[in-house]
């Protein structure tokens, strides 16, 4: 009994009112919402409606392993009232309900959502009631309407009901709710309408919001009217089991608001429905916007898995994580209804459809970019990067991958250029396919080192996304031609002759001979190797790194990380024969030799090649001092 008496204390503590504070987050939210002039204020209809149905899928899944939760009341429904004369707006649901603890978590505080991102662009945006419209903002935009807002929910299974009340101004109070005033299960929101909102108070309008924005919800909504008669307004078909004929664009619209929070036009839509070893229905969009959290560490795939129309999961892995920006439906007429969240891990049925889905999510990516180049560049540009993981993660698609990604390069100004494109374009003679990785494009295009590939007519890729440093040392080619950086080893040039018409002049190869001898000796070990360079046309210098180590991208980039046992080793630095100044070297150190004004030669000739690729000079006094002299000598 004292064990009994200690456990119905907390009830105690909680039988009064008690009043919180709206997270800061949540606080300047609602001032928006309640300042807003946004002209598209029937969103806030939208919104509730799909948090009641969510919240009947949460209950149907839960029920599958407890029925009791169901049991006299298996009819899942959303009922929208009007009360011209009270002048309010209800939106109930026989769905799971909330808690206390539940009801200050979900209404409170911005959890990892649509919302959260709406507040981050709100907070640097001049134009912030214009973002409503483009993000799921939930339960939050109610506030637009109303004046005051009252939340009554019981969790199913519970015997305790709560209200919830707050009218904006950052507070909210939490109370028992009174007897009759509580739903038997489920929620009821009561919306306070404002005088400037009265038109939410037609039933003709909310009839028109609710089958403009919610006929796809796949539960029925009704509009109570006089004398208990109620009619549904929606369709209550799941839309992914309608006819890819019977499907409007605007409907597509609406429902990929729906399962993404983001209420902006899909760019791709795959509908279709698999039969054989597994029958499956696939609703898939690819945003025509990237999600504000899409490099997020945590951010994972948020298909929604459905067994047999009945919801399992909002965020199942059903695509790997480089299509984590993909969002839709995957429903399984094969699957176990009672299947948990952790047993999708393991099931083989599971990893068929997961292989399935990615393969023909990347065949129509593939397709898109062959018969429709603006409305994949559109794509590209949104989630290119984050494709591009896939060609480092995912071996086994990694040539399905190469059909799908594009490029920079030297010859175009966006990323444009396809693998196959670029072989069909091939120099003369050229054998391999040729690339540049580097923290930023525009500079990349300005390296010295593409000079030789230019005067030859020799597309390079500029790789500028952190993750193309990791996939292209992995990769083995495309089309049966090796990828081959710019900066690393040789360049091989001489075999591809040069399109302009003006040769260089003759070149001394003795004079260069002794001049790469007296550098190699003046730098000693601040360089891995000095020698003559094919690749340079206009500067006298560049940096190269060797052909056994690293790219020096991808050093940098690995020595930066800490990365164990990864220091960035000194460079080979190549020099331009038929360049003015390294001629006049090359004589000065065949006559005179080596000397205290050679020795500052040439480490200016290295510190420019460290400043040719945007790099600090490693003494930049020592420097300093060294182009004083040689300019004071000059005039």
């Known amino acids: ?110 959890a990892r959502s649509g919302t959260q991102a709406f507040m981050e662009q709100a907070n640097t945006s001049d134009a912030d009631i214009n973002l409503i419209g483009q993000f799921g903002i939930g339960f939050y935009s109610a506030f637009m309407v109303s004046g005051n807002v009252s939340v009554t929910s019981r969790r199913a299974g519970s015997k305790d009901a709560w209200t919830w009340t707050s009218d904006g101004t950052g507070k909210f109070t939490v109370k028992p709710a009174k007897g009759d005033d509580a739903p038997a299960r489920g929620t009821v929101i009561t919306l306070k309408i404002r005088d400037d909102a009265s038109e939410f108070l037609e039933d003709g309008r909310v009839q028109h919001i609710i089958t403009t924005y919610s006929d796809h919800i796949a539960h029925p909504i009704y509009l109570a009217g006089e004398k208990d008669v109620s009619e549904q307004l929606n369709s209550a078909s799941a839309l992914w089991t309608r006819s890819k004929s019977d499907i409007t664009e605007d409907q597509h619209k609406e ?32 945003p025509s916007e990237p999600p504000f959290d899409l490099f997020d560490p945590e951010r994972r795939g948020r298909q929604k898995l459905y067994v047999r129309r009945v919801f399992i999961t909002g965020d199942a892995e059903l695509l790997p994580p480089y299509l984590r920006f993909v969002r839709g439906v995957i429903d399984s007429e094969d699957m176990p209804l009672n299947i948990s969240r952790e047993m999708l891990q393991d099931n083989p049925t599971v990893h068929q459809i997961r292989k399935a889905v990615t393969n023909r999510v990347l065949s129509e990516l593939k397709k898109c970019g062959e018969n429709d180049a603006e409305k994949f560049a559109g794509i ?21 991958l190469f059909e799908v990604v594009r490029f920079r390069s030297t010859k175009t100004d966006e990323q444009t250029v396809s693998l196959k494109d670029y072989v069909a374009n091939l120099a003369e003679n050229q054998a391999a396919i040729y690339y540049l990785t580097g923290d930023d494009a525009e500079k990349a295009a300005q390296s010295p080192q593409l000079e030789g590939f230019k005067a030859r007519g020799i597309e390079v ?113 190549e020099i331009n024969p038929s360049h003015a100044l390294i001629k006049a070297l090359a004589d000065k150190a065949k006559s005179a030799g080596a000397s205290a004004d050679f020795d500052d030669s040439a480490q200016l000739l290295l510190d420019q090649a460290y400043v040719l690729e945007g790099e600090p000079v490693a003494d930049p006094a020592g420097f300093a001092s060294r182009l004083t002299k040689l300019l004071s000598k000059s005039l």
Not at 257 to 286: C, F, I, M, Q, W
Request: net charge negative.
């Open 255 to 286: 429902f990929f608001g729906h399962v993404s929070g983001s209420y902006s036009d899909p760019a791709l839509t795959l509908h279709y429905k698999a039969e054989g070893r597994n029958e499956y229905t696939v609703l898939l969009y690819v």
């Open 380 to 400: 590209w540009k949104a989630f290119g990067p984050v494709i591009k993981e896939g060609l480092y993660e995912d071996m086994e698609r990694r040539d399905q």
């Open 461 to 573: 890729l500029l790789l500028t996304d952190p993750v193309d440093s990791f996939w292209v040392r992995t990769a083995m080619g495309f089309d049966g031609k090796p990828f081959k950086s710019v900066t690393q080893g040789t360049a091989d040039l001489d075999a591809i002759p040069v399109k302009d018409e003006d040769k260089p002049d003759d070149v001394d190869n003795s004079a260069v001979a002794t001049l790469i001898a007296a550098m190699k000796q003046s730098l000693g070990d601040k360089v891995k190797d000095v020698r003559s360079s094919s690749r340079l046309t206009d500067s006298p210098v560049c940096l190269v790194a060797d052909d056994a180590g690293l790219d020096r991208t991808i050093e940098k980039l690995l020595a930066k990380q800490g990365t164990t046992g990864v220091s960035v080793s000194a460079p080979v630095l």
């Open 1 to 110: 009994m004292a064990t009994t008496k200690k456990k119905a204390a907390p009830k105690k503590a909680r039988s009064k009112t008690e009043s919180h504070a709206f997270q800061a987050e949540v606080a300047k939210l609602l001032q928006l919402m309640v300042h807003s002039v946004y002209s598209e204020r029937e969103v806030f209809l939208r919104e509730l409606i799909s948090n009641a149905a969510d919240a009947c899928d949460k209950l149907r899944y839960e029920a599958l392993q407890s029925p009791d939760l169901i049991k006299g009341d298996g009819d899942l429904k959303i009922t929208i009232a009007v009360d011209k004369a009270a002048k309010t707006l209800t939106v109930s649901d026989n769905g799971i309900g909330m808690t206390h603890d539940e009801m200050i978590e979900n209404l409170g505080t911005i």
